[in-house]
């Protein structure tokens, strides 16, 4: 069974930082590309940045490109998402997902709260 788990989500002020995990399990972690997707309050859900298989290719959104890094570390079965000089729009459930520029077979999210 596929299990995705994303976690380090919270409270963070205009301008700072978060990092957030994935922690993925049941499949072969290192033979898949994976993707960050988030769904702000209302809207719908918006790709936010792929990293393939062996890390070696990275894209991001324009709305992000610049601010987040993208990583994964294949022997600890985990990907990560580093968000810097955050936003107020940048507030939503940040998933992490089986795929390339994919969010179908996705996890339970965590959320980022971006606010003074």
């Known amino acids: 069974e596929v299990q995705l788990v994303e976690s380090g989500g919270g409270l963070v002020q205009p301008g700072g930082s978060l990092r957030l995990s994935c922690a993925a399990s049941g499949f072969d972690f290192n033979t898949y590309h994976m993707t960050w997707a988030r769904q702000a309050p209302g809207k719908g859900f918006e790709w936010v940045s792929s990293?393939?298989?062996?890390?070696?290719?990275?894209e991001y959104a324009d709305s992000v490109r610049g601010r987040f890094v993208i990583s994964r570390d294949n022997a600890k079965n985990s990907m990560y998402l580093q968000l810097n000089n955050v936003k107020t729009e940048d507030t939503a459930i940040y998933y992490c997902?089986?795929?390339?520029?994919?969010?179908?077979?996705r996890g339970q999210g965590t959320q980022v709260t971006v606010s003074s």
């Open positions: 990293i393939t298989y062996g890390g070696a290719m990275i």
């Open positions: 997902a089986k795929g390339w520029h994919s969010y179908s077979d």
